[in-house]
T-cell receptor, first 113, second 110 residues
Framework: GAGVSQTPSNKVTEKGKYVELRCDPI?????LYWYRQSLGQGPEFLIY????????DSGLPNDRFFAVRPEGSVSTLKIQRTERGDSAVYLC???????????FGPGTRLTVL | GEDVEQSLFLSVREGDSSVINCTYT??????LYWYKQEPGAGLQLLTY?????DMKQDQRLTVLLNKKDKHLSLRIADTQTGDSAIYFC??????????FGQGTTLQVKP
């Protein structure tokens, strides 16, 4: 594709529900990153994949958050038992390799009621 | 831990130069980036500088890096109303993940 795409663009859910957020990176990009941006803040790192494996998951806030990238392309961020504090814009970025420029998607705005 | 700090707000007149400042703590950061975010839009990479450089110029943008003081600045020459946005400084860690500052809101008055 032309750029990084993320679906859905908006997601409204109720407290306690499970959500999945999807990221389609630029074709051929081996590195994929997830960030979370709360209102008025800069993006915060969540997890980084190199190929299929999570190379750095130090930013995941707790065990309710999990991400996969089974075939080294599309990635899914999964949030269990959502809380109101999870409301934010979830950003995905990909790059040809670590340390290269990261190209960001438009984000998924998650609202937990 | 790793941290990046920026001033929160800058207001300039159209045609003036804007200077946005940033400090970071991780001395091992190899790349430092400036991103622009307009309302409702994604992050757009403006420019970056490698840690062994002092300065990089790209059209109206000039990046200065003082590695000793861990200080980075972005200068925008001839600032236009279309430059109004939030500007983020980001430092790349040793895994390539980016540590972002809180963002500087640039307001350009006609």
């Amino acid at each position: 594709g032309a750029g990084v795409s993320q679906t859905p663009s908006n997601k409204v859910t109720e407290k306690g529900k499970y959500v999945e957020l999807r990221c389609d990176p630029i074709s051929g990009h081996t590195a994929l990153y997830w960030y979370r941006q709360s209102l008025g803040q800069g993006p915060e790192f969540l997890i980084y994949f190199q190929g299929t494996g999570a190379a750095d998951d130090s930013g995941l806030p707790n065990d309710r958050f999990f991400a996969v990238r089974p075939e080294g392309s599309v990635s899914t961020l999964k949030i269990q038992r959502t809380e109101r504090g999870d409301s934010a814009v979830y950003l995905c970025a990909s790059s040809p390799a670590p340390y290269n420029e990261q190209f960001f998607g438009p984000g998924t705005r998650l609202t937990v009621l | 831990g790793e941290d990046v700090e920026q001033s929160l707000f800058l207001s300039v007149r159209e045609g003036d130069s804007s200077v946005i400042n940033c400090t970071y703590t991780d001395s091992s950061s190899t790349y430092l980036y400036w991103y622009k975010q307009e309302p409702g839009a994604g992050l757009q990479l403006l420019t970056y500088i490698f840690s062994n450089m002092d300065m990089k110029q790209d059209q109206r943008l000039t990046v200065l890096l003082n590695k000793k003081d861990k200080h980075l600045s972005l200068r925008i020459a001839d600032t236009q109303t279309g430059d109004s946005a939030i500007y983020f400084c980001a430092a790349a860690s040793n895994t390539g993940k980016l540590i972002f500052g809180q963002g500087t809101t640039l307001q350009v008055k006609p």
